[in-house]
């Protein structure tokens, strides 16, 4: 039999992505959403992806600009935060709605590559 090598991704993000909920009220809650380069080359203008689980919805973010459809969010870097150099990393932060619970996203995409969950 042969062995089929699997193939190394030569481009995309590698990075890791951690989220905490800063303070939690009746219908409303505060995030921190830390994205880290865990990668060998800077990234250079970024986007990144969630889903709420449970209908979550932004009411105001920092440090970047948004957009939400339904419970897919979309998050794409300001002009002084584009560029996360290896080993480092930026963060943002939001405001946002909730109803009934407020579950943590469980997956992220920076750039369309998947990150791990820190």
């Known amino acids: 039999s042969t062995l089929t090598p699997t193939p190394t991704p030569t481009s995309g993000a590698t990075c890791s992505v951690q989220y905490v909920v800063t303070n939690q009220w009746t219908g409303g809650f505060g995030a921190s959403v830390t994205i880290n380069n865990t990668g060998s080359t800077s990234i250079s203008g970024w986007t990144l992806g ?3 689980a449970n209908g979550q919805t932004i009411t105001q973010l920092w440090n970047a600009s948004y957009t939400q459809s ?3 969010v979309s998050v794409t870097n300001s002009s002084y935060n584009g560029t996360i150099t290896p080993g480092g990393n930026t963060n943002i932060g939001f405001n946002g709605s909730w109803n009934g619970s407020n579950p943590k996203p469980t997956a992220f995409t920076l750039n369309g590559a998947a990150c791990s969950v820190a």
């Open 50 to 52: 969630w889903t709420f």
């Open 70 to 72: 339904g419970s897919s």
